[in-house]
């Protein structure tokens, strides 16, 4: 164990032992390194101006994210590498490509969001040089700006895939050093304190264990998209935090089943998701901006039990189990009967969510909807899972669920007990739907009104019935519209 959190900032090393659990890397960026190229503009991890890259040691590697610093707390950077605006810059010493493709193409206007539209935009230029437009515009999903229009910053990221450089990029020929300086890191518990605000950063999985075991009351921290919020919205004291974003990163597959580490990020897990349930890769690159999926884990999408987080709906209706483990002891469960009630979930004193379990039903129909008022980045008025299994033209088995219809995550078992045995037609799916309101009264929020919750709903089950028919109708955009989006 130590008392020292240590990271590189890009090209120096950063040694602190005063650490508070709340403190944010952008207020460490703008308050004690005066790096103001990072803004702060939304402080909810939504409008991209305080982005950053981090650098941390994946399964392939050393690989480079965008993230918002705004809601990314400081002790969860041991043993990564922290890229600002600061740090970029030709081989020349000039601008980087990135930012002479801004100023050739006229892409910024106030200048307030540049920084982290650059940011994102250079993330993506390292990792996909050869970018599409509809993968530029799924880079900046997390980047607002009210200026431009974007149109001017699309064609800067264009012109700067197609000029290249990357092998001469300053964090290329950095990466033996940065790899080893964070394989180092690896490996060791840590512990920090500051006016009484502890932060834990477990060695491994089995350490967590201990920790909990030790510390029941502690508060877990992943990717912090929701916690984050509590900090620098509510100011809530999360003391004694444990940061556990580095763990539980294992993926394995099989002809049956898919397993997921509950630290697996929504970036890491998209590659197996579109593999599996292509119909679900849509709805998955709509679960917030790169940034968030960047960071948000499914384990604590999970384990958070709102009624409107985007993994459960989908994970649900997959038939998705729970790996829930207490010290040594592991039990299973189907992730439909972890939701109790609203802020209740089926987790022990001392117990975490370790493992995600999920049936590939490669001959199952599936879907997947998100229903929002902003189409990018955006929380969910309505989400939709939908499993659907036919056998010689009826319906064997219907696994329906809902986010944002009830106090939780919700099958829809009426719908389902409509659909099972039926004939796979425009009736049966008519009839599912007119059952859903047996199975949901939905509130009215800011976000929608119940009646407008409810008609959604039942409209989702006649547009899956024309998907899934091969209809002519249009229920979607043309492919080369929906592919822009």
Known sequence: MTTELCFLLNDQEVRLSAVRASDTLLGYLREERRLTGTKEGCAEGDCGACTVLVGRLGRDGLIYEPVNACIRFLASLHGQHVVTIEYLKAPDGGLHPVQQAMVDHHASQCGFCTPGIVMSLYGLWMTQPDASDAQIEQALQGNLCRCTGYAPIIRAAQAVGREGGQSDDLLQGERDRVTRFLRDMQGRRIELNRDGQRAIIPADTDDLAEILAQTPDARLVAGATDVGLWVTKQMRNISPAVF???????????????????????????????????????????????????????????????????????????????????????????????????????????????????PTCPQARIAAYK??????????????????????????????????????????SHAEAALTGQPFSADSFAAAADALADDFQPLTDWRA???????????????????????????????????RA
């Open 371 to 412: 229903i929002s008022k902003r189409r990018d980045s955006d929380i969910s008025a309505v989400a939709a899972g939908f499993y659907v299994d036919v056998e010689n033209g009826r319906i064997a088995n219907a696994r329906i669920a809902f986010g944002g219809m009830a106090a939780t995550p919700k099958r829809a």
């Open 244 to 358: 556990i974003g580095h763990l539980m990163k294992e993926i394995s597959e099989t002809e049956t089943e898919i397993r997921l580490g509950a630290g697996v990020t929504y970036s890491e897990a998209a590659p197996v998701i579109s593999s599996h349930f292509p119909a679900a890769r849509e709805y998955w690159n709509r679960i917030g901006g790169w940034q968030v999926r960047n960071m948000g884990t499914i384990g604590a999408n999970i384990a958070n039990g709102s009624p409107i987080g985007d993994t459960p709906p989908l994970l649900i209706a997959l038939g998705a189990r729970l790996i829930l483990r207490h010290g040594m002891t592991r039990r299973e469960i189907a992730l439909h009967d972890f939701f109790i009630d609203y802020g209740k979930q089926d987790l022990r004193t001392g117990e975490f969510v370790e493992q995600i379990v999920i």
């Open 449 to 483: 009104s119940a009646e407008y919750r409810l008609t959604v709903a039942a409209n989702l089950f006649r547009r899956f019935w024309l998907e899934q028919s091969g209809t002519d109708q249009p229920v979607r955009l043309p492919l080369a519209m929906e592919e």
